[in-house]
């Protein structure tokens, strides 16, 4: 049984984006990648020695799921489709006695953020091995973090019981993801590439795999917006986000704080949450780890990283301002102050008020943050 609401605010896991002694460095050891290798689902879960697999997903991404039962056979217990996006607590306590009831012995997590981190959540408590099927660009799926929302904000959970063993990355299943969803999704993997750049936990192999996570994505992408069916391109832009998401085990910041107040507290979609808070927390950033945003400037293109990430969410049409997503002016101070009660000190400058209020008035107003 989930521990209640009081409990799960006051335990260590559940303040902020609280790390095991400050370090979380770990990657799922199992990599299956490239266009098909869904049909290794049935050998992976084998390999796992399990019998009876809950598959997970969105009510949207059902019919996938349903396929994945299919080529399981008497492997499933069952097909969950209940993920929602910011993991409501309520969910997780839910997904988590069910799976019991089904005497699940693994969870296979199918689809985008919402099927992953609903898939974390359930584990978070059980230890249920999972494997993940991403067929999004978050990277999620490569850690054993998960933002789950108690009371209206969303606070960051941390532990290996949630790190994926395995996670099979088939870009043929991006395919029908639409352009306008490809491109925010990537921001997410970005978003993650970024911050792992200057985040304190940071080591020199996950600053290589963030560049190089930089590098796909700004390629790739433009050309999953042209061409949506180009499935090199499409194999790109999950290779980035793969990389994203072994960045991302280096553990969060400033940036991510905003994402998740963003998305648990006022409801902004988790992608475009990223997309409009990245180039504004880069620019009050930047002259904290200038040699490292010096790198994601040359990536772009562009004079700052700052200016570079706008400029690059802007060619590829996505929301760049707050009231585009729903925030009004009266949200700001209220959400500044979520923030700030929920950083982990990571960051490489100063997470105050004023800080965090100015961050979000430059996203409010809109417009190039230099």
Do not use: W
């Not at 101070?333 to 000190?345: F, K, L, S, W």
């Amino acid at each position: 049984m989930f521990a209640d609401t009081t409990e799960f605010k006051t335990h260590p896991a559940g303040m902020g984006f609280a790390l095991p002694a400050g370090v979380y460095n770990a990657t799922p050891p199992r990599i299956v990648f490239g266009p098909g290798r869904l049909g290794d689902i049935a050998a992976e879960v084998d390999r796992l020695g399990a019998k009876r697999a809950l598959v997970l997903s969105t009510p949207g991404r059902h019919g996938l799921a349903e396929r994945v039962v299919a080529m399981l056979g008497p492997r499933a217990v069952g097909l969950y489709p209940k993920a929602i996006s910011q993991v409501p607590i309520e969910l997780a306590r839910a997904g988590r006695e069910d799976a019991l009831r089904l005497g699940a012995d693994c969870l296979v997590s199918v689809g985008g953020g919402a099927a992953v981190g609903l898939g974390k959540g359930i584990a978070l408590g059980t230890a249920l091995p999972i494997i993940n099927v991403p067929t999004t660009y978050s990277g999620s799926e490569m850690t054993g973090f998960c933002g789950i929302t108690i009371d209206g904000i969303k606070r960051m959970h941390t532990s290996l019981d949630m790190l994926a063993r395995t996670v099979i990355y088939d870009p043929e299943l991006t395919l029908s993801l639409p352009a306008d969803v490809s491109a925010a999704s990537a921001m997410n993997a970005l978003a993650h590439c970024v911050e792992a750049l200057y985040v304190a936990t940071a080591s020199p192999i996950i600053r290589l795999a963030a560049l190089d996570g930089i590098r796909a994505i700004a390629i790739s992408l433009p050309r999953v917006v042209d061409a949506p069916d180009d499935i090199d391109a499409r194999t790109q832009a999950l290779y980035g986000a793969f990389m994203s998401g072994a960045a991302l085990t280096g553990g969060f910041a400033l940036h991510h704080g905003v994402a998740h107040v963003l998305g648990g507290s006022y409801g902004v979609p988790h992608a475009i949450s990223h997309a409009v808070a990245l180039p504004y927390v880069t620019a009050y950033n930047q002259d904290a780890s200038p040699e490292v945003m010096a790198m994601v400037a040359a990536a772009f293109g562009a004079n700052s990283a700052a200016r570079g990430i706008y400029d690059f969410g802007a060619a590829l049409g996505l929301p760049l301002r707050l009231p585009d997503c729903g925030v009004s002016v009266g949200d700001l101070d209220r959400c500044a102050e979520i923030v700030v009660e929920t950083d982990n000190g990571l960051n490489p400058k100063p997470v105050t008020f004023a800080a965090v209020r100015g961050i979000l008035a430059a996203a409010f107003a809109g417009g190039p943050p230099d």
